[in-house]
């Protein structure tokens, strides 16, 4: 919807998330989610507007357990056991809004919400640095009683009342991960309702290469393994090469990569992207879109996109 009106919670994704990784994903994931209630053919997308910074401040703390007080006086150990009883899942809520168009005029047709959902719960106790652990089973489990609760606060919002709502659950990575976390369910909300109807998704990030990558898709695994060993051939100074899969019902959708390199020149990056640009249209299945990112200590040096849609890679040089 134009012209562009910024959300009232503009910004605070950054603070509350565990990392970029997480945050991209967390929003681009909604995007896909809210698809399947709000298609593109029809609604049109606004960032939040009903929700401020404040609002999702305070249901942040408010959906989140509360940590007993044990006073001043309790050792840091006590308070530890405290915080560990009473982890915080939830880390953040986005609020994306779907409009109609009616004659020369647009009206709020649905929301869709996301809850980020802690898989480690970091706390700081007089300067010493925690970590709770959170279960699969756990994050679920409490995803699903936050969800319940929020679409009761959505209804007493102004303008919220008799919306269709989406509300997706998205399970961050711990702080130290390189790929981002993934939702994992969503329910709908019909019009004027609170009773949510769930189903699961079947979306996870794999990291290239890895056992884990191994271990999910040995195919996909050894296909990244043979692109690598292609690029080391051509060039073997190589610092890295990292790529972070999407799959999507057990499918590999998209695979981004990082080629980090030292050139001294450059006719080498323009050489070498082009072989790398050659190289994706065999090492990859058609319908996976590729993304390759090319990186020096200076900076990205080049970029490389093919989508299923595309004969030939789109190849950018810096």
Known sequence: LTPFKPSGARGQITSNMSSRF???EFEEGLLRISQKTFSTDKYIFQEGQYLESETISEWIKALNPTVADLGSEASIEDRKEARQQAPRYLAHILEHN????????????GISIGLALNSVDYFRIEGNNFETPISDSTIEKEGKRIAEELIHLLRGVEGLEEVPVTIGLFKQQPRTSIIPGSYFAYAT??????SLEWNNVNEKYVLFPSNDATNYNRDDAERFSRFKEDVSTYY???NGVVGRGLYINDELQKISIDI????????????????IAGLVVEAFPDYVIVEINVKSVAGQEALILKKPDMKEPFVHIY
Do not use: M, R
């Not at 409009?99 to 047709?109: F, G, N």
């Not at 909300?189 to 609170?194: A, D, E, I, L, R």
């Not at 450059?266 to 082009?274: C, L």
């Open 98 to 109: 779907f409009l109609i168009q009616e004659d020369d005029k647009v009206k709020l047709a």
């Open 260 to 275: 980090d390199f030292q050139f001294y020149g450059k006719t080498e990056v323009i050489g070498f992207t082009q072989y």
């Open 236 to 238: 073997p100074n190589h």
């Open 22 to 24: 997480d945050s991209d």
């Open 189 to 194: 909300v019909k019009s004027g309702g609170k």
